[in-house]
C-alpha cells in the first residue's frame, strides 16, 4: 500500500518561504513512469496543480507559480519538498502531496496540511 504524508510548518509569516516536505513509503519515488506532485486547495481557487518532479528528477511547475516554486527529493529517504517562496495570504491553502500515474490522474494522494501565511 502506497502512502504520502506531508509535514511542514501549519503557519509561515508573508513574505516568507514555505517548505513542506511528503514522505512516502510503500513505493520508491525514483519508480519508473510515476511524477510526484505537489497540489493546493483553497475555496478561493479550488485544486490548484503547483508541480511536480519526475522519477529520474526532472522538475515542472504551474506556469502562475513557476518563479516560486522549487522541488526537490532525498531518494536515501524517499522524501520530496516543496519550497514556495515569497508568500502572501493568497498562498494560504490545503496542500497535498499526490503521486501521479500519467495522464493527468493522481493515484496516491497525503491527508493534506493547512498551510496559513498570516502575521
Known amino acids: 500500500q502506497v502512502q504520502l504524508q506531508e509535514s511542514g510548518p501549519n503557519l509561515v509569516e508573508p513574505s516568507q518561504t514555505l517548505s513542506l516536505t511528503c514522505t512516502v513509503s510503500?513505493?520508491?519515488?525514483?519508480?519508473?513512469?510515476?511524477?510526484w506532485n505537489w497540489i493546493r486547495q483553497s475555496p478561493e481557487k479550488g485544486l490548484e496543480w503547483i508541480g511536480h518532479i519526475k522519477n529520474v528528477g526532472t522538475t515542472y511547475y504551474s506556469p502562475s507559480l513557476k518563479s516560486r516554486t522549487s522541488i526537490s527529493r532525498d531518494t536515501s529517504r524517499n522524501q520530496f519538498t516543496l519550497q514556495l517562496s515569497s508568500v502572501t495570504p493568497e498562498d494560504t491553502a490545503v496542500y497535498y502531496c499526490?503521486?501521479?500515474?500519467?495522464?493527468?490522474?493522481?493515484?496516491?494522494w497525503g491527508q493534506g496540511t493547512q498551510v496559513t501565511v498570516s502575521s
Open positions: 499526490a503521486r501521479g500515474p500519467g495522464g493527468g490522474r493522481y493515484d496516491y
Open positions: 510503500g513505493a520508491a519515488i525514483t519508480t519508473n513512469y510515476y511524477s
